[in-house]
């Protein structure tokens, strides 16, 4: 297997409507997995997997536990594997801590940190029962440095890259990989979101001037390329590593 062959496995992308989780999904769909997409944007996800040609998406919010839980299971059933979980779902609350208020904390840990916990304690069974599996999480260069203005949002990356260090090790002899990407700036939903007006593609450009070294933001299929990778047996001997994909943001 190579990072470009995926053929018989099944591969379960959350925050596949839209995104890094959609890029990532297109890409483990042309490398021939099966796709199952989990969003609770049911008309996005619905139209991604048209697109690659998927089953039918899992509809639902990742901060539910009992949704987590079944939307495993669920794919398990269908499919009769789990072979890749990628933790793509994610939220963002632009503001600092006073401006977080107990609903916006609980949101963004909700999502960000408690939705990857329990899809990852759900998919584990499975993939230590098939004796190997792999785990890719969505990090974010937040998670290692911080930045003013979104205080929920970076602590709970830092959470997710400590996590993923512990589930790697953990699980490192039952032959499960766990790994992060950690993006810098990519041009997604995401980025506008949370904002008083959405920003033009000159604003874009003068926050890629500001703060980027590649003075460009980056495309969500630049992401999922790594995603790929990191969940293929080209990567097999990593685990527990936070992959920054920041064209150079973190090297300074």
């Not at 990072?3 to 959609?22: P, Y």
């Not at 998406?57 to 594997?81: I, K, N, Q, Y």
């Not at 969505?138 to 929920?152: D, P």
Request: charged share 20%; hydrophobic share 45%; proline share 4%.
């Amino acid at each position: 297997m190579t990072s470009t062959d995926f053929a018989g496995r099944v591969v379960l992308v959350t925050g596949g409507a839209s995104g890094m989780g959609a890029a990532s999904a297109r890409r483990f769909a042309a490398a021939g997995a099966t796709v199952v997409l989990l969003d609770r944007n049911a008309d996005g996800a619905a139209a991604v997997a048209a697109e690659i040609g998927g089953p039918e998406p899992l509809v639902g919010d990742v901060s539910d536990s009992a949704f987590c839980g079944e939307a495993v299971e669920a794919t398990v059933a269908r499919h009769g594997r789990i072979d890749v979980l990628v933790n793509a779902a994610g939220t963002i609350h632009r503001a600092d801590s006073l401006g977080t208020d107990d609903a916006d904390w609980r949101r963004v840990m909700g999502v960000n940190v408690d939705g990857m916990f329990w899809l990852c304690r759900a998919a584990l069974p499975h993939m230590i029962e098939a004796g190997r599996g792999a785990i890719v999480n969505f990090g974010s260069i937040w998670g290692g440095v911080g930045s003013a203005g979104s205080t929920a949002y970076c602590v709970s990356k830092g959470a997710v890259h400590q996590l993923t260090r512990a589930l790697a090790l953990d699980h490192v002899e039952q032959g499960i990989r766990v790994n992060a990407v950690a993006p810098g700036e990519v041009n997604t939903p995401m980025l506008a979101s949370e904002r008083a007006a959405p920003p033009s593609a000159e604003d874009l450009q003068a926050l890629a001037d500001a703060t980027i070294p590649m003075k460009r933001l980056a495309d969500p299929d630049e992401i999922a390329a790594v995603v790929v990778f990191l969940a293929s047996d080209d990567a097999s001997y990593m685990t527990g590593e936070i992959v920054h994909v920041d064209a150079g943001y973190t090297a300074r």
